[in-house]
């Protein structure tokens, strides 16, 4: 589990490993056809990616799911639409729903949604892991 106690380095490293992680996860449910968790995994991929932007710019990343909050700490200049995207994404995140809104999630991220958003996540990760390269 993350600690507050590791280096910077440590925690930019124990932020990526994780996301990586989760994007395995997030892939082999797509291709079992669970898409609700595919999203939600790939929530935690975004979010994951975000807190390793901002650990490397010397920050401890605030205890949140929020993906707008978390892009806005990582002091980060989002292109368009990554805004609208990054609100629909943070609806994706189940842990803490309750049952009749995981239910409606379920019915809700069919194959043809799936396919989009997922499409739109690998996009913003990828744009993350660029940013997590360059001088930010």
């Not at 992680?21 to 994951?48: C, G, M, P, Q, T």
Request: net charge negative; charged share 25%; proline share 1%.
């Amino acid at each position: 589990m993350y600690n507050l106690h590791m280096t910077q380095e440590a925690a930019v490293q124990f932020w990526l490993v994780s996301a990586a992680r989760n994007h395995d996860v997030a892939k082999s449910n797509f291709a079992s056809k669970h898409y609700d968790w595919a999203l939600f995994f790939w929530h935690l991929v975004i979010e994951k990616s975000l807190k390793a932007i901002i650990s490397q710019i010397g920050e401890a990343p605030i205890a949140s799911h929020n993906l707008l909050k978390l892009a806005k700490q990582a002091k980060l200049e989002l292109p368009e639409n990554y805004e609208e995207h990054l609100r629909e994404i943070t609806g994706f995140n189940l842990e803490a729903r309750y049952d009749d809104y995981k239910f409606s999630f379920y019915k809700k991220a069919t194959r043809d949604f799936a396919v989009t958003w997922v499409a739109v996540c690998e996009e913003i990760y990828q744009w993350l892991l660029q940013k997590h390269t360059e001088d930010i």
